[in-house]
């Protein structure tokens, strides 16, 4: 079951990475053809601001996926190096406990908001809210799923 769960883990970073590298390629391309078009030829279509705001929280929240996969968010341990070994173990399994409720919860509140977006329609590309909103859940959930997966290789190594 380890070596399954090292795999889903490795694909969910490795997607996550290049998703968020490909939405702020995208962004980039978009900001560049907006400021070329407003400056030299002056007229600038109204949906880049959109399609900028929207690939930029994509980006953001893949590469928050991304970042947790290769351990790199925010984490306090100095107090927990300096507590007796029996505290340590309680503190960390509080902070497993935290964080999955954390997630499980920003996951469960994304999927509702998400829902109750359907009828509104974004301005300029006049499509559902609901997909540019769509990446709080599945940026959650995929850090939910991600350090579930992380933790049970970590036990199975030890």
């Known amino acids: 079951m380890s070596k399954t ?4 883990s490795y694909i969910i970073k ?3 990475l290049s998703l968020a590298g490909a939405f702020i390629i995208i962004n980039i391309g978009v900001i560049i053809m907006s400021v070329f ?3 030299f030829l002056h007229n600038s279509p109204i949906w880049t601001e959109e399609v900028a705001m929207f690939t930029l929280i994509w980006s953001v929240m893949f590469g928050a996926v991304a970042a947790f996969s290769y351990g790199e968010h925010v984490s306090i341990t ?3 190096k300096f507590m007796p070994k029996n505290v ?3 503190m960390r399994c ?6 999955i409720g954390i997630l ?9 908001y998400v829902s109750s977006m359907w009828k509104f329609r974004t301005l300029a590309l006049d499509m559902p809210k609901t997909i540019p909103l769509m990446s709080i859940p599945i940026g959650m ?7 579930i997966l992380l933790q049970i290789v970590s036990a199975s190594k030890y």
Do not use: D, P
């Open 5 to 8: 769960c090292e795999k889903i």
């Open 14 to 16: 490795r997607l996550s």
């Open 37 to 39: 078009l407003r400056y």
């Open 78 to 80: 100095a107090v927990e």
């Open 88 to 90: 340590g173990k309680i």
């Open 94 to 99: 509080f902070r497993h406990i935290l964080i």
């Open 104 to 112: 499980g919860v920003m996951t469960y509140l994304g999927v509702n």
């Open 141 to 147: 959930g995929l850090m939910l799923l991600q350090y």
